[in-house]
């Protein structure tokens, strides 16, 4: 008898799982493509060789951000939390034209997106979307990619999508 009610429950979840996918889960996705040129913009538009990483039915991607790490390509998005109602940040592997399962390498009391990775003499860091937390937050990663220290704040008012560029070769300094 039990075995046939786990059947059941399985069967049923597949349905709902299908049906998730199909019809509830497509407000934001992401993809990613291999490409040949170094063109940061390409003038056409195909979505030709993308390949979509799907949701799961408790989490749904955004705001990618992609890193060489040691010959290793490395994804990293928000994992927006429906149970939790909440952004949290993850990371997977990229091997040609397949996405390895997606990990949490940062979750914080409020909620965090737009992981915005990058290298600056010789460490990785990484400031993510803290407006809920009113500050614009800078971390390190202590093991990449998998551990990650906030370091300090940078700026302390709420923004959204922060972006660190230089200017007339000037050397910001992040420690």
């Not at 940061?40 to 993308?50: H, K, M």
């Not at 949290?88 to 737009?114: D, P, Q, T, W």
């Amino acid at each position: 008898m039990k075995e046939r009610l786990y059947r059941i429950k399985r069967i049923v979840q597949k349905k709902i799982n299908a049906f998730y996918f199909q019809y509830a889960n497509n407000r934001y996705a992401i993809a990613f493509r291999q490409r040949n040129g170094k063109a940061l913009y390409e003038s056409n538009c195909s979505t030709e060789g993308f390949v979509l990483i799907k949701n799961t039915f408790r989490y749904w991607m955004a705001d990618p951000f992609l890193i060489k790490y040691n010959g290793v390509n490395y994804l990293f998005a928000e994992l927006y939390d429906k149970r939790n109602s909440k952004g949290v940040i993850g990371y997977a592997k990229l091997k040609g034209n397949h996405c390895g399962r997606f990990h949490i390498c940062l979750r914080e009391k409020y909620h965090l997106s737009y992981p915005c990775v990058f290298e600056r003499d010789g460490n990785i860091y990484m400031i993510p979307e803290t407006k809920d937390n009113n500050e614009v937050a800078l971390y390190k990663a202590i093991n990449f990619p998998k551990k990650w220290e906030k370091v300090k704040t940078i700026l302390p008012q709420p923004c959204v999508d922060t972006t660190p560029f230089v200017y007339n070769d000037e050397n910001p300094q992040f420690h």
